[in-house]
């Protein structure tokens, strides 16, 4: 079993900026990838930024340029950046690790408000 913990959320004026943090339990030699997921109110969870375990980076389209997904090896973390925040990003966001095998494992998610 694999546990995940967000942090960094929060309320933030439209074209603000928060950084996303995640610490992992285990370190990354099992994942086949990690990154983050969100789901707003209503809507489906959806991908919104994956690194793969050879650093190769993946965007939803709605993000690209705004967002910025990383990790620390070393200290099992996973972050994400988010720049130029609108209202349409509020959301909870899911730290998310697939391993190897194929199994997803996501945290409790952590609240992102973006007012207008």
């Known amino acids: 079993q694999v546990q995940l913990v967000e942090s960094g959320g929060g309320l933030v004026q439209d074209g603000g900026s928060l950084r996303l943090s995640c610490v992992v339990s285990k370190n990354f030699i099992g994942f086949a990838a990690m990154g983050w997921d969100r789901q707003a109110p209503g809507k489906q969870r959806e991908l919104v930024a994956e690194i793969t375990r050879s650093g190769v980076t993946s965007y939803a389209d709605s993000v690209k340029g705004r967002f910025t997904v990383s990790r620390d090896n070393a200290k099992n973390m996973v972050y994400l950046q988010t720049n130029t925040l609108k209202p349409e990003d509020t959301a909870v966001y899911y730290c998310?690790?697939?391993?190897?095998?194929?199994?997803?494992?996501w945290g409790q998610g952590t609240q992102v408000t973006v007012s207008s």
């Open positions: 998310k690790v697939r391993t190897i095998s194929g199994t997803n494992y």
